[in-house]
């Protein structure tokens, strides 16, 4: 079969054979990109911002696409699940995404195909990747005072994940743990809001807390210039970054923290026990699962001074298990776990960000592109997260955010340039409707004819 757009594909249906082909015209099959487009402007035009920051590779006036355009084609595209640049070649005429973008669907031209997409993400150094990340935690803080009160206290859940390289990319090496070779970002989230606060990459050699600190500190310091030293901030984390720098610094600064810690044989003998006391508790139910929590002080070689550990011995049918954790709360040990063990809502926000925003196709060669491509990302989360936040607002389901986009999203449409407006035509059938109703009567600013 070649390439032809137009190039007929019949298929013996009943009643009627059908024949198909790629020759519908002004149709898009993401009718709702309108409301990216809105979310993008209604937390204060977010792809401008990063776009503010790309240094200018083109020179003369024969530039087609300004830099804001770029960016905000490039960051719709990943939203609506088109995360290659390839994509580019044919997206450039959809029209639905060149009227969001700023172009006319039928008079202007096409918007920008895969070289000059690539020659974007290119364009980037490390200092210009600092101003992105510096323009996404101002977004947060914004948004998270948005009601005009600053919050009491903050929670920041680090975590870092693994994308694995699939090329030559710059920092892709092979890591022990995740048994292939990687990218290692850094990810922080507001464990209390799910909102993401940051995502650094790093290469994929390096430990878990690799720069965990530096980004601490940043992140301390803007929050407290723009909130006072009195909100209260917390940091938990699991053993990746049990770090004897990272509780001075908590200390120091009065900054709350409860990290998973490695097991070891002196944890061992202080959980044996409580370990015992489950073993025999559960055979007493009969081989029941049985889960026991306790605390105690403890000093590792390399600390300045003990600290309190909680830790959990458990019986399961496949045998026993041990958990530990290091903390400066004083809540009592099984009340504390529980709320350590909730940070796995971040693990559930990571999946939204890799699955759903495809954030481990990190496929330039150069690691900053790979960094920038990383931020483009991270943009294309927060418009799809502010969508669901505002369903979820008006008593909707929270949805997973590729669940969203096959709901809101994708759905097919006939855009038409009218001579005062652009009428888009969406499916009839298509189930997202009540989305898009239950949407449009939150807003105010929406014209109901």
Known sequence: ???????KMRFETTPLALEAAFDGGKLTSDGGLIWLAKADEELGNL??????????????????????????????????????????????????????????????????????ISRLENAPDARACLRMAEALSELYLRERSKDGAPPERILLDFDATDDPAHGDQEGAYYHGYYEEHILHPLLVFDGDTGQLITAVLRAGNTHASRGALAVLRRIVRRLREAWGEEVQIEIRADAGFAVPEIYDYCEKEGIGYTIGLISNPRLE??????????????????????????????????????RRVIYKAEVLEKGTNTRFVVTSRSDEPEELYD????????????????????????????????????????????????????L????????????????????????????????LHLASGHPGQRLWHVLSSADPELAHE
């Open 1 to 7: 079969m070649g390439d032809c757009a137009t190039q």
């Open 47 to 116: 792809c401008e911002k990063i776009a503010s920051h790309v240094p200018e590779w083109r020179k003369g006036p024969s530039i087609r696409h300004s830099l804001v355009r770029l960016v905000r084609q490039r960051v719709l595209q990943i939203a609506c699940g088109y995360e290659d640049q390839n994509d580019s070649d044919t997206l450039r005429r959809d029209p639905l995404l060149k009227l969001v973008c700023g172009s006319l669907p039928e008079t202007d031209g096409d918007l920008a195909s895969q070289p000059t």
């Open 339 to 390: 709320w350590y063990i909730r940070r796995g809502e971040a693990e559930g926000w990571i999946k939204d960000f890799k699955r759903a925003l495809k954030a481990d196709r990190l496929s330039c060669h150069r690691f900053w592109a790979n960094q920038f491509r990383l931020i483009l990302h991270a943009a294309a989360y927060w418009l799809m997260d502010a969508l669901r936040r505002k």
């Open 269 to 306: 003998e202080i959980a044996q026990d409580l370990l015992e006391q489950a073993k025999r508790e559960s055979e007493e139910r009969e081989g029941e699962k049985v889960r026991l929590v306790s605390g105690g002080s403890y000093r590792a070689l390399s600390w300045e001074h003990a």
């Open 392 to 423: 979820v607002e008006v008593g909707v389901r929270r949805m997973q955010l590729d669940t969203l986009r096959l709901s809101l999203i994708k759905i097919g449409g006939r855009v038409r340039q009218l001579l005062t407006k652009v009428r």
